[in-house]
């Protein structure tokens, strides 16, 4: 009988060391959480700690910064699991050992004030060693593994070999197979190779970082995110632009002919004088183009051109009679 005592006394002593154990080395803690993240005794919020050997996770809109005890960030993106497997921390505010193992999701590391040997991530598809480094990495549902170097240099290794990433947005794809790609610069087809737009959320802009962590990225990724840009261009943002042309070009038109249109004819007349602007051509043809006679009366030139040639004739007759007579007279002497 007391044997069973003792042992239920020694089982409790464990469990309540292991909890105290647990609850005395907490390894870091949250300091953003949006939507829902969670560990191993439920929902984490903001300040809380997070120990050893916890998991993780955070639902498909989920994102969880974590800073750990020697300044390493850890961010963890939508639909993610990843366990604190080993923490070794030493008294000179770093680790001699800092071990994560990543199942699925999206990440973003970047390096605390340890030397780089002490991290490692652990993924289906193989490690990734650390020196000096900031990258984000993704593991899909298969283990396939995808790693983008933002600052530093790492090492991915798996079963077909290791791939050196040492240039900026420098990028490897593995599989849990042993598949490798070589290392290249990401671009936006990354995401058609691991089959998931969402895949690297922080380099495409689809989940935004805050601190200093979400100052880090770039490498031409901001135009892999369809879903920002199918909401930016809405159809209706471009029916105002007629609108607002067309009214303008209608009314230009009927303003530019109105220069074009002739004045009345008779306003350029050098030969009129200021009573007669507004006579019309034909008649001043005949009545003399508006000459005027002494008494202001207008002129008829027409009439004094009949006149004259009236008597110029007159004059005509005159001298042939004369001339007539005289012929006569002559004559007459001569019968005398």
């Not at 058609?192 to 490498?219: E, H, K, V, Y």
């Not at 990724?221 to 943002?237: I, L, T, V």
């Not at 050098?270 to 051509?281: A, I, Q, V, Y």
Request: glycine letters at 12%; a positive charge.
């Amino acid at each position: 009988m007391w044997g069973r005592r003792s042992l239920l006394q020694a089982l409790c002593v464990v469990i309540a060391g292991a909890q105290a154990a647990l609850a005395a080395e907490p390894v870091g803690q949250a300091v953003v959480i949006k939507t829902e993240v969670t560990g191993q005794s439920g929902p984490i919020e903001v300040d809380a700690s997070v120990h050893r050997n916890e998991r993780i996770k955070t639902s498909p809109s989920g994102l969880g910064q974590f800073l750990f005890r020697d300044g390493t960030k850890l961010a963890v993106g939508w639909g993610s699991s990843v366990v604190i497997d080993k923490y070794v921390f030493d008294d000179s505010q770093s680790v001699k050992q800092l071990t994560i193992r990543a199942a699925k999701g999206t990440f973003r590391w970047v390096s605390g004030n340890s030397n780089s040997s002490a991290y490692q991530i652990l993924t289906p598809a193989g490690t990734i060693g650390v020196r000096g480094t900031a990258f984000d990495f993704y593991v899909g549902p298969d283990g396939t593994t995808a790693v983008v170097l933002l600052n530093g240099a790492a090492r991915f290794c798996g079963p077909g070999g290791c791939r050196q990433l040492q240039q900026r947005c420098d990028c490897v794809v593995a599989k849990p197979n042993g598949n490798m790609s070589a290392a290249r610069r990401v671009d936006p087809s990354i995401l058609d190779t691991l089959g998931n737009s969402r895949a690297l959320p922080f380099l495409s802009g689809n989940q935004r970082l805050a601190g200093g962590i979400g100052m880090i990225g770039g490498c031409n990724m901001a135009s892999a995110a369809p879903e920002r840009k199918d909401r930016q261009r809405p159809p209706p943002a471009v029916a105002p632009v007629p609108q607002r042309q067309d009214p303008p070009q209608r009314q230009a038109e009927p303003q530019k002919e109105r220069p074009n249109k002739p004045d009345p004819p008779h306003h350029d007349k050098p030969h009129h004088d200021g009573p007669h602007h507004d006579k019309p051509d034909r008649p001043d043809k005949h009545e003399g183009h508006g000459r005027h006679d002494d008494d202001g009366k207008p002129g008829n030139h027409g009439e004094d051109h009949r006149d004259h040639d009236r008597d110029h004739h007159g004059h005509r007759d005159r001298d042939h009679d004369n001339d007539r007579n005289h012929d006569r007279g002559r004559n007459f002497n001569r019968d005398r």
